[in-house]
């Protein structure tokens, strides 16, 4: 069965969208099968994964709300391993469309369930909101990765999104934990983005991931290309930087073996 991990920050602009891109990229490259799945109405991780939006007929929409098997939706992208349920601005309207309908916050959870099996990851790309898609990724998920910006703003709204986990894993989803805080945008040059790193471990300790990921041109250069920072410059520090998020999640699940003087958590 999947691990199901939701990207979630309801704070725009902190790599949230680079963050499930690169990460189920990460992942596929390690070889193990996983599905990017496009919770975000803008769409960002179809077209960032090579897609054009014209060509979509079928997508998380249809899914949700039309009750499309998931099955049918399913891209392949060029990544090896990696697959993409794509979306659409339709996602929009699926919000009202949905909130009559009973138990609608398990519509997505019950929609991967059928092909969860064929993946050993599922990475849900979030809208950067607290609205009821993303409530239904959270309720999907077995954890949620929350990319913070090294920025002086980096705590705003990080309690706001910290409540509504506790709220849904009290009323809807009990199995879900976070996965860790992740430090995005990091300039080891500026004071600031150093002071923030500090704080950020010292208010959360072990929920921090050891990875943190550097500003990186050839990261940002990727999404126009239609490609994951791997494909796009496999020695850039962000390809590096993703890789070894990718290494420290699957370390903290146990999915792998690695020696200790193996794990860099860090690209120099």
């Known amino acids: 069965m999947a691990k199901v991990i939701a990207i979630a920050n309801q704070k725009g602009g ?26 975000d109405p803008q769409a960002n991780s179809t077209t960032g994964t090579g897609f054009d939006l ?16 998931v099955s049918q939706i399913i891209l392949e992208t060029e990544t090896p391993n990696l697959y993409l349920i794509p979306s ?4 929009v309207g699926a919000e009202i469309e949905l909130i ?18 064929h993946f050993d990851f599922i990475i849900i790309d979030c809208s950067p909101s607290l609205g009821l898609i993303t409530v239904n990724a959270l309720t999907a998920a077995d954890s949620v990765v929350i990319p913070v910006q090294c920025e002086y703003f980096a705590l ?7 409540n509504t986990v506790k709220i849904v894993q009290t009323r809807i989803n009990s199995k879900l934990k976070i996965e860790g805080i992740l430090m995005t945008m990091y300039d080891g040059r500026l004071r600031l983005s150093n002071q923030v790193v500090e704080e950020i471990k010292n208010h959360f300790g072990d929920l921090v991931f050891n990875t943190i990921l550097h500003r990186n041109t050839r990261l ?11 494909l ?13 998020l990718a290494k420290e999640i699957l370390q903290k699940n ?3 073996k690695i020696k200790n003087e193996d794990k860099i958590f860090e690209a120099e």
Request: hydrophobic share 40%; glycine share 6%; with cysteine.
């Open 88 to 91: 659409h601005l339709d996602l």
């Open 232 to 244: 796009y410059d496999a020695e850039s520090t962000g390809a590096v930087n993703y890789l070894n």
């Open 14 to 39: 902190v790599g949230k969208t680079t963050t499930a891109i690169n990460l189920a990229a990460s992942l596929a490259v390690l070889e193990y099968k996983t599905l990017l799945v496009d919770a």
């Open 156 to 162: 705003e709204g990080l309690g706001k999104l910290l």
């Open 254 to 256: 146990n999915m792998t």
């Open 220 to 230: 940002g250069e990727a999404p126009s290309f239609g490609m994951p920072a791997l």
């Open 54 to 69: 014209k060509n979509i007929q079928l997508s998380l929409y249809d899914c949700m709300v039309n009750e499309t098997p």
């Open 100 to 117: 009559n309908q009973p138990n609608r916050e398990h519509v997505m959870r019950k929609a991967l369930e059928a092909d969860a099996s």
